[in-house]
Structures are given as C-alpha cells and as structure tokens.
C-alpha cells in the first residue's frame, strides 16, 4: 500500500513560481518512478513530467524549461519546482506511481494551482 500526499498548491500571478511536494507512504519510495500529472477544468489529465528511480527525466514540451522534477529518497518525496507559470497551467495537480513490484496505480488527492493576476 502507498499514500502519496501532495502539497504546495496557490494562487500565483503569471511569471511567478511555486514548488509542489508529493510525500509518500512506504518502503518502496527509491525503487519508484514517479509522475507528475495535471488536469485543467474540462481538459484530460495529462502527463507533466516523469522521474526514475535512478534520477533521470521526462517532461511534457509544454513545461520544459520552465518546470523541474526531482526527488529525495531519504524524506520519500517528490518534488516540482515550476518557473514562469502561465494562465494555461492552471490545473489540479496529482503525484502519481506504481509499485515497483504489483505494478499497482496510485495517484493523490491532488493539489489546486491557479496562474491568474
């Protein structure tokens, strides 16, 4: 079983920056990809960026340059730091993985962020 728990969320003027944090549960955190998915009203969810256990990355085009994915398997969290915000990343944000051994999904509750003046 995984919980992942995400954080950081806000209102934000364009140009601005936030970090978001997703905590998990578990002991299986260092072998895990993790994800970060977005869903803005009306639209899928779709795929932000990605991080391997082993520290390589992935992001969407729409993001990259402008957001970075990391980790700290040592406080089981994963992080994205995100630059030069836009009204169109307006969305819920959601931390996601599968474990590594079942395969099984798992996403959080979510977190809200607003790019808006």
């Known amino acids: 079983q995984v919980q992942l728990v995400e954080s950081g969320g806000d209102l934000v003027q364009p140009g601005g920056s936030l970090r978001l944090s997703c905590a998990a549960s578990g002991r299986t955190f260092s072998r895990s990809a993790m994800r970060w998915f977005r869903q803005a009203p009306g639209k899928q969810r779709e795929l932000v960026a990605a991080i391997t256990s082993g520290g390589s990355t992935d992001y969407a085009d729409s993001v990259k340059g402008r957001f970075t994915i990391s980790r700290d398997n040592a406080k089981n969290t994963v992080y994205l730091r995100m630059d030069s915000l836009e009204p169109e990343d307006t969305a819920v944000y959601y931390c996601?993985?599968?474990?590594?051994?079942?395969?099984?999904?798992?996403w959080g509750q979510g977190t809200q962020v607003t790019v808006s003046s």
């Open positions: 996601n993985t599968n474990h590594p051994i079942t395969g099984y999904n798992y």
